[in-house]
């Protein structure tokens, strides 16, 4: 899903799939923000078109994109037989030349080092939230490299035991063949 200052773009189509761009005229308050929310590959192309139409309809805009999920970024690195696709999507923002790239959450730091103007919004904003409205006894992570990574942004209180999930991917098909529990604590009495 796309929008731009709120007003979503894009989301019909017509009978044969082509998407139904209606706009209209925004107040030319700058900047102009772009949401970028990524359920498939289709709302990359409709975020190129509203941000085209822009540069078309108003004079040398300045438009924000914000990004809370970063497509590709699973993909941060050459591996043998796969294209390091995070890289090329990251190449396609820049050469979008938005004024400024903010992204709530990357999988790593190559994301940030990929886009140009990126900011990174402190997720900590966010936990603290959660944290502050439930009373939590456990954190479960989906993976090493997200405990790695949470655990030290989060710096979980003393009293919130925290464990993982360790998965083995096959990596021609993409596709999770086992999954296990690592570490987990005895939550048979806290299941209700």
Do not use: W
């Not at 900047?31 to 078309?56: A, G, R, V």
């Not at 438009?63 to 941060?76: A, E, G, H, N, T």
């Amino acid at each position: 899903m796309v929008s731009i200052n709120g007003y979503t773009i894009g989301n019909k189509c017509y009978p044969n799939n082509e998407r139904i761009f209606k706009t209209k005229k925004f107040h030319n308050t700058e900047p102009f923000k772009i949401e970028f929310k990524y359920e498939t590959d289709l709302d990359i192309s409709i975020l190129i078109m509203c941000k085209k139409y822009l540069d078309d309809t108003y004079n040398n805009p300045k438009v924000i994109l914000v990004m809370k999920y970063v497509p590709y970024s699973r993909m941060d690195r050459k591996i043998n037989g796969y294209m390091f696709s995070l890289k090329y999507f990251c190449q396609l923002i820049n050469d979008l030349n938005f004024h400024r790239v903010i992204v709530l959450d990357t999988h790593s730091n190559v994301t940030t080092a990929l886009l140009d103007r990126c900011m990174e919004i402190n997720i900590r904003y966010y936990i603290d939230k959660i944290f502050n409205q439930e009373n939590f006894d456990y954190v479960f992570f989906p993976d090493a490299g997200s405990m790695k990574r949470y655990s030290e942004i989060l710096k979980l209180p003393n009293n919130i035991t925290y464990f993982c999930g360790n998965k083995r991917r096959d990596l021609q098909t993409g596709e999770i063949i086992n999954y296990e529990i690592v570490d987990c604590p005895n939550i048979q009495k806290k299941i209700y």
